[in-house]
């Protein structure tokens, strides 16, 4: 063979392959097959759920493109006549009937990928919510990781309500939950895919924050804004118990805070107690949680389950109204036992709430199969948990460190009877 043939050749193969990888990137750069222009999608930021005469009732808050920046949070000199987002309630006997219907109210598509929140109503919440759960795992445009809560009311009356500092309302109260989590640990917040994750766990019992308005009107007028102090504000109550997929109760925010201990979800806390309890049980003090651990241990006892708790936490002190030496170590740990004592009532009357609704949102089945996997196994062919939850025993031990006091090794109080 030539040496021109055997270059033509070489050169003919090197195409082919040219080609053969330009039709394979081809396919990776070709774009969606469902592309929409931003004007043409209405941003959703949050979402409720409610029912009603037997159909769904949806209200979805969708962000204003025409609202500049305004005194609720921008920066600019935009007008604050118009809202930052529009509502928009719809009826459906499913909830995507219910979706379709407002685009014969909107002229945009509605885009849920952005969405932060959802709320469900707790009508709905007795009716059951594995619809609801189902559409959001389904759907690709939907957000599992959206933040849930449940009203005692209409859902989506909290919608409507505008917030102060700042203008995207689902934003904010995403950052209420996350901020209210790291600083006072008393309602955890739950994403929709971990809400969906302990429904059909072992204990098939979950809880969900509350949220509210404080008061009786709903400040939807961007003017009601321009005052110091709302007369009407978004805030968190009580936290909704579902068992399975149905509303049963509400834990208020003290037997809330306990099941934080009992679940190990104490990121950093603030407890109030006496500091000589001998002398006054009134509360003069306080310490913030630095950090907090709690690990749980089934132990079978005469027919029944005991949980052994063990929660160890080291503490800051940050208030004291005793004439209290805090140089002395036995001051010190005078203290770090009434600050125990207290936690262990608090678990107390947590765990009595919480067998009242007879809805194991510890995690104590989980637990129990980690540990005894052959007894769990009885347990689920004889479906009798909830016989045997009943009949659970906690032996919660807290050991509380105070490891430091602050700038000041006196109580100024001590320093004014000198």
């Not at 014969?104 to 952005?114: C, D, P, Q, V, W």
């Not at 009580?238 to 834990?251: A, I, M, N, P, T």
């Not at 949102?361 to 004889?382: D, M």
Request: aromatic letters at 8%; one cysteine or more; charged letters at 25%.
């Amino acid at each position: 063979m030539s040496e021109k043939k055997r270059i033509r050749r070489k050169i003919h193969h090197k195409g082919r392959s040219f080609l053969l990888v330009l039709s394979l990137l081809s396919l990776l750069v070709g774009g969606c097959w469902d592309d929409r222009e931003l004007n043409e999608l209405g941003i959703v930021s949050g979402s409720a759920y409610d029912w009603e005469d037997d159909q769904w009732k949806a209200t979805y808050q969708v962000i204003n493109p025409s609202s500049g920046s305004s005194s609720m949070g921008g920066s600019g000199g935009g007008s604050t006549s118009s809202p930052p987002f529009l509502t928009y309630t719809v009826k459906g006997s499913t909830i995507i009937q219910a979706v379709e219907r407002t685009n014969l109210t909107s002229t945009r598509e509605l885009f849920f990928s952005h969405s932060r929140v959802t709320v469900i109503g707790e009508s709905l919440a007795k009716q059951g919510i594995s619809q609801l759960v189902d559409l959001f795992l389904r759907r690709p445009d939907a957000r599992e990781t959206v933040y849930v809560f449940i009203t005692e009311g209409e859902a989506g009356r909290i919608l409507d309500q505008l917030m102060q500092l700042t203008k995207n309302q689902g934003a904010g109260i995403q950052l209420m939950i996350e901020q209210e989590a790291k600083l006072t640990s008393y309602f955890p917040g739950i994403q929709m895919y971990e809400l969906a994750m302990q429904m059909t766990s072992d204990s098939g019992s979950t809880t969900v924050p509350e949220i509210k308005l404080t008061g009786n009107r709903v400040m939807d007028r961007t003017d009601d804004t321009a005052q110091t102090d709302l007369p009407s504000r978004i805030a968190f109550g009580r936290l909704g118990v579902l068992k399975e997929d149905r509303f049963v109760g509400w834990l208020s925010q003290r037997e809330a805070f306990g099941l934080s201990f009992m679940t190990d979800k104490i990121k950093a806390a603030n407890i109030s107690f006496p500091s000589i309890p001998e002398k006054s049980d009134r509360d003069d003090a306080s310490v913030t949680l630095l950090h907090s651990s709690t690990s749980v241990h089934p132990i079978w006892e005469n027919d029944h389950y005991v949980m052994d708790i063990d929660i160890k936490a080291g503490a800051i002190l940050t208030e004291i109204g005793s004439e209290l030496d805090l140089e002395k170590a036995s001051s010190m740990r005078q203290m770090e036992r009434s600050i125990e004592n207290n936690i262990l009532e608090i678990i107390d009357n947590s765990w009595h709430a919480v067998k009242k609704l007879n809805a194991d949102v510890t995690g104590f089945a989980v637990s129990i199969h980690r540990n005894h996997p052959k007894q769990w196994k009885r347990i689920k062919q004889e479906g009798s948990w909830d016989t045997v939850f009943q009949k659970v025993e906690i032996r919660p031990h807290v050991k509380v460190k105070i490891e430091r006091i602050g700038l000041s090794g006196r109580s100024y109080k001590s320093l004014e009877l000198k």
